[in-house]
């Protein structure tokens, strides 16, 4: 069975930084995309970044410059380093996983297309 457990997320002030850390658990070969979304009440949950099993990141237009995705393949996690942060950035931030290779018997595997992890809540505030 495979998971996602996410740590980071607090209060911090304006200008301030937050680490995020996602870590896939389970017998997996390997994660296609990795990333990060978040979702403030009354609005749809959006794409902050997201980094491919190549190193290949997109990231949204407003957190371009501030926020970087970085990944560790043989450990399964994603990171999502934030600075400079906004009253604006203050969300709820989920990591998401696609196309995870997971094992399947002894010598093959399946794919699972899309795995979520629970939300933190990143809070920036004076």
């Known amino acids: 069975q495979v998971q996602l457990v996410v740590s980071g997320g607090g209060l911090v002030q304006p200008v301030g930084s937050l680490r995020l850390s996602c870590t896939a658990s389970g017998s997996i070969f390997g994660i296609n995309t990795m990333g990060w979304y978040r979702q403030v009440p009354g609005k749809e949950r959006e794409l902050v970044a997201s980094?491919?099993?190549?190193?290949?990141?997109n990231y949204a237009d407003y957190v371009k410059g501030r926020f970087t995705i970085s990944r560790d393949n043989a450990k399964n996690m994603v990171h999502l380093q934030m600075n400079s942060l906004k009253p604006a950035d203050t969300a709820v931030y989920y990591c998401n996983t696609r196309g995870i290779a997971v094992a399947a018997g002894t010598t093959s595997y399946r794919y699972l297309a899309e795995l979520w992890g629970q939300g933190t809540l990143g809070t920036v505030s004076s």
């Open positions: 980094i491919t099993s190549g190193g290949s990141t």
